[in-house]
């Protein structure tokens, strides 16, 4: 098992993804987390609140590995991981003193984040996920073999909808109160009559119901890569996959610098573990 990590800021913008990963004889478990940007704040928090959120997300994720020890992981293994990762950034905010008593998710915003974790154990390969971090798993030949991801196709819809229909404008602060106070983290929210649906570890209890799981019987030759957003729009490009199938770090460190120059949304902070199975 071969491990790469590729990593790109965000231009300008504090970092606020993390990786980490702990390996064994067995394999291992990986975890990309990345925090939630906090909105409308002037001058932005130094350190970022969000950066910690992930920082300590990745750590309880590999601490409750660790736990783990020697038995066969399950599913609710990894559902128990990423609910630690939740308790972890609730104590942060209980720190800050942000609570659902005092959050305003304005003038005192969650320190969140999003992420994803893997626990490979031999052939197998258990996963987790929340929001818009991934994993997928290709071919040698770059083709994608599975995939675990958040649907958030009617969250967009839906807000595309109210920004057309003056509901709310674009990138005002009052947008941003909605969808923190209204939209994440609620279970009911719907459009059209199809859920609505965007959960984010900003340790609510709640957050624990958009956890996404799953399992999957690797091969050799196998390549699983775990994301952060930032790689979306990269992973969409003909022959990137396959680049990450094939190629070196090196190669696949200058292919992410030249499609940094196509536009700004190739250029936003970008995290990735890439195994080598």
Known sequence: ?????????????????????????????????????LLHYDPYPDPSPAAIAARRAVEAVKNGYRHIGDRKISE??????????????QAYNNELGTTPNTVDFLRRQYAAA???AVVISGHNLHAAQINDTEL?????DGDRVYHLASDKTVFYQYLRHL???????????????????????????????????SGVFTGEQVANNFIMTGE???????????YSDGFLPLLKQPGFCHLLASA???????????????GAKYRSEKTMIRIRV
């Open 136 to 140: 997928c798993i290709l071919n040698q």
């Open 1 to 37: 098992m071969k491990i790469d990590n590729f990593h790109s800021d965000g231009h300008g913008h504090p970092a606020e993804d993390v990786a980490g990963h702990i390996t064994d004889s067995a394999g291992g478990v990986f975890a990309v987390f990345d925090g939630v940007t």
């Open 163 to 197: 920004q057309e229909t003056g509901a709310l404008s674009k990138g005002t602060p009052e947008e941003h109160h909605y969808i923190r106070s209204k939209l994440v983290n609620h279970e009911d929210v719907t459009y059209e009559g199809r859920s609505a649906r």
């Open 248 to 262: 070196d770090s090196d190669e696949i460190n200058r292919s992410i610098a030249q499609l940094e120059k196509h």
């Open 216 to 226: 999957f019987r690797l091969e050799p030759t196998m390549i699983v890569l775990v």
């Open 76 to 89: 609710r293994d990894m559902r128990e991981l990423m609910v630690q990762a939740n308790d972890a950034i």
């Open 114 to 116: 999003v992420g994803a």
